[in-house]
């Protein structure tokens, strides 16, 4: 069996690449209303992908915003099945004059593909259409294979909730499997047990209702930014804890083995901040990097903007100042409770002087898998085939929000099994995908199926 | 002499205000490098016009950046000579949308001009070639008139020193004439007796070299937006007193007497909130609005941005933060220290997970004119001639970056003789001037050379 694979992956190797590349030429990028038509023809183009692979069908249903893609390969009713999720939306691509090519143009330069969704997440669920491709070609199939590739991840999932619940029959499998996260390194991969949750608001301060003159006005009206910064510069103390009030109330602390285990994780902090660029860290107090970003809720500022921002100089007195901020939360943190909390803090720690909305963007629930569950055993024994080593199990720092309710609604367990690296430049400039590491999930996947089906 | 004034300014109303709208069509931008030909052609037609109105002489002379207009109109070498000192370049027009009308497309409404440039500084400066076109065609001139426009005053005037420095015989006079500020309202003429100083800069913060993914590494790298928040928030303390270490050192205390003076022009609170749509104002505590506006030296955030700010939700952790800062000075605080001051602060404070560049945009010096100067007493006298009051002595809260150094290099005092409005939305959307402001300043202007030769 695992001969007939390699051999036929082997063989289209080059195809399999290629056809990754095209749909990475598709600027599919949900957050942005001119993109609808190229969110559209990607569809359209992985439900075509999903056929050529061998489904028995496929198609592209539409929800009340982008399109899903389902498709299906159904060998026996009897035997297990296996739920695919994954996303064909990307990320916006700003700043672009950070990128070295055209995001939507995919370059390979030292064994990488450079292009937006390479590896978050067309390059990744991809390798889940190669794997059908593979085990309907060698005619190997153990699972029956369902496809759930939706259009709204990067932008919290608003629609799926709905066509989850609608379509409950089609989706019904046994487990849901997804490539949509890192390993922590080739030589030490890794399994996630969990996704971090998500609150994403956004707020804006009006001071004077028209931009002023700074120096007809400035001194005696309330300037937004300044208060903004105030407000955003409160939300952490001095020991980078959150102080929101009630932020961490139901966060559920992590035991000393799970920490233990955590820190037993190949780390170099030097390494760590080389790779970055930064000469310190900076953190919540009393926490170990792999802590900070996998059992602690943070807050960060993912944007803002006031005032004048061009080139040159313009002493203006802003009327309006704005952010994007947003939570990563972990068990067992709600992310509309938080969300509230979020809301209320900004709405109520702002002076008189200015007036200020804030408003949710989305949100998604922390989620756990558990290491003992049937598909995480699958997952493990699939990547000590390919990669001669016990993955480490670790918390993912990441958000995939759709991740409660697809529990919720289908009733079965995630397994996270991402070929990613954390070097990826996920939703960043220059976002690339190692080609060694396509090529590996697309050989770990059968592995999983085969795994999953004994 | 004043019927004839009267006469024929009433003649050639129309042809005044029309005149002016085609200076404000052009798009004078002088911190937009492509708008370089536009500056040029603003140059063109201010000496012309210049020319037009009677002037025996008017050139474009050259600097290291944009051009000055130099025009002169000499009687009699033994009379007085008033040099008038305006600009024609103008403040950007972002936010864009916010405007009711395209900038550089005059629209009259109400009796006002709505257009980038029609009260800073195109529409006051305008008045005085038609002042001069009053006095030479009904052949009134009691002084020797020369006209120093330049187009660089909105970035700080940069190559004016040099030029000032190397033209001391051709800009000689005896006094300096601007009308570049406001009067405090048509039923209380005022009088500017300073301007206060300017420090401008900007402040980059760098975090990692890359914008990150905010799940993959929030809560584990400094966000330098976080971190300039809080630089920007520790710069006020809570009585809105600048905590910039020795900010104040240098500032000259007003006097009991001057503040009374002060807090004796009209003022209502209530109506001072409503027209800038706030609830509350926002100030040094222990000073009044004026107060805070004139006498005191301020700080304001005139621009920040960093990270994701388009629409929707971006989950990123940027690389970069940026915002532009400028300071308000009084006197005796040095533009030159202060600058040190600032950007000292801001390199210093910041942690060490983040890198600051902090960089000089320009500067200025505060200025104050004797109101017992025979300008001042020349403009006063003016003034209650055409308003039929005394105008009111107030200490202006803009900055003219030049006027120190005119004085120092010409040996000469400023007289500052303003007929804009507060609310002319200087620097903001819908710039505006009074039609009848304008009028009024073309009425006025010409008994300031009668008085001043007296």
């Known amino acids: ?7 036929y992956q082997e063989a289209n190797k080059e195809r399999f690449l290629n056809e990754m590349l095209d749909l990475l030429r ?9 993109y609808k038509n190229d969110m559209q023809r990607c569809a359209d183009a992985v439900k075509d992908s999903l056929l050529a692979a061998g489904a028995d069908k496929a198609e592209v249903m539409a929800t009340d915003g982008h399109p899903v893609v389902y498709g299906e390969k159904i060998i026996d009713p009897a035997k297990p099945t296996v739920l695919v999720y994954g996303h064909y939306d990307v990320q916006p691509v700003e700043p672009l004059e950070l990128w070295h090519n055209d995001p939507f143009d995919p370059t390979i330069k030292d064994g990488k593909v450079f292009a937006r969704g390479s590896a978050d997440d067309k390059g990744q669920f991809y390798m889940h259409v190669k794997a059908l491709e593979t085990l309907v070609k060698t005619n190997t199939m153990t699972t029956n294979i369902k496809f759930l ?41 890794s399994l996630d047990t969990g996704v971090r949750g998500l609150s994403y608001i956004e707020i804006e301060v009006t001071g004077a209702n028209r931009d002023l003159h700074s120096g007809t006005y400035g001194g005696a009206v309330a300037n937004p930014i300044t208060i903004l910064a105030k407000m955003i510069a409160s939300c952490h103390d ?7 009030p009630g932020f961490y109330d139901d966060v559920v602390v992590a035991s000393e083995e799970e920490r233990a285990l955590i820190n037993k994780a190949p780390y170099d902090e030097q390494e760590y901040k080389d790779e970055l660029g930064v000469k310190e860290l900076w953190g919540e107090k009393g926490y170990s ?8 809720p943070t807050l960060e500022v993912n944007g803002i903007w006031g005032g004048y921002t061009g080139e040159g100089a313009k002493t203006v007195l802003p009327s309006k100042a704005y952010a994007k901020v947003s939570a990563r939360l972990v068990p067992n943190q709600s992310s509309e409770k938080i969300t509230e909390k979020l809301l209320n803090y900004f709405r109520t720690i702002a002076p008189a002087s200015v007036e200020v909305k804030a408003e949710l963007h989305h949100g998604g629930e922390p989620y756990m898998t558990p290491i003992d569950s049937k598909g995480y055993q699958a997952a493990s024994k699939a990547l000590e085939t390919t990669f001669g080593k016990t993955p480490i199990p670790v918390r993912g720092g990441g958000s995939i929000p ?11 367990k995630i397994v996270f099994m991402g070929f990613g690296l954390d070097n990826d430049n996920l939703h960043s400039p220059n976002e690339k995908y190692n080609i060694e590491n396509y090529y590996k999930g697309i050989e770990t996947i059968p592995y999983f199926h085969k795994f999953f089906a004994e």
């Open 402 to 412: 759709i991740c409660s309710l697809l529990e919720k609604e289908l009733g079965i």
């Open 26 to 34: 598709i600027p599919s990028i949900s957050a942005k209303s001119e």
């Open 1 to 7: 069996m695992s001969q007939d694979w390699k051999q």
């Open 149 to 189: 590739i939706e259009g709204e991840e990067e932008v919290g999932s608003p629609n799926l909730g709905k066509f989850v619940a609608a379509n409950k029959e089609l989706l019904k499998a046994d487990v849901i499997l997804i490539s949509d996260s890192s390993l922590l390194s080739m030589e030490n991969p």
């Open 289 to 296: 990097t792999y802590e900070r970003t996998g059992i602690r």
């Open 238 to 244: 001095e020991n980078n804890h959150i102080t929101i």
